[in-house]
C-alpha cells in the first residue's frame, strides 16, 4: 500500500510566499509524473504542475513564473514552492503521484494525498 503525505500549506498575505511538500511512502517500485491540483468549493479540481521522473515539467497558466515544481527522487517526495501568491491562489492543494507498487511493478497507482489548505488573503 502506499500514500502520499502534503505539508506547508498555511494562511498568507498576498505576495508572500509558501513551500508545500509531499512524501510517498510505502512498498514502492517506481514513481512516475507527480503532480499538485487545486481545488475551490463548487468546482472542479484543476492541474497547477506536474513534473516527471526525468524532470520536465508542466504549469497551469495563472501560476508560470510565480509557481515551482521539484522532486528529491531518491526520497520520494515533491515540493511546490508558491510565490507572489494572490487570493485567487485560495484553494485545497492535492498532491499526485503515479506509482507502480513494488507487489506488482505493472501496475500503476494512480494516488492522491489528503489535501492542505493554502489561503491568501489580501
Known amino acids: 500500500q502506499v500514500q502520499l503525505v502534503e505539508s506547508g500549506g498555511g494562511l498568507v498575505q498576498a505576495g508572500e510566499s509558501l513551500r508545500l511538500s509531499c512524501a510517498a511512502s510505502?512498498?514502492?517500485?517506481?514513481?512516475?509524473?507527480m503532480g499538485w491540483y487545486r481545488q475551490t468549493p463548487g468546482k472542479q479540481r484543476e492541474l497547477v504542475a506536474a513534473?516527471?521522473?526525468?524532470?520536465?515539467?508542466n504549469y497551469a497558466d495563472s501560476v508560470k513564473g510565480r509557481f515551482t515544481i521539484s522532486r528529491d527522487n531518491a526520497k520520494n517526495t515533491v515540493f511546490l514552492q508558491m510565490n507572489s501568491l494572490k487570493p485567487e491562489d485560495t484553494a485545497v492543494y492535492y498532491c499526485n503521484a503515479a506509482i507502480q507498487p513494488r507487489s506488482r511493478p505493472s501496475l500503476t497507482i494512480d494516488a492522491w494525498g489528503q489535501g492542505t489548505q493554502v489561503t491568501v488573503s489580501s
Open positions: 510505502g512498498s514502492i517500485f517506481r514513481i512516475n509524473t
Open positions: 513534473i516527471t521522473s526525468g524532470g520536465s515539467t
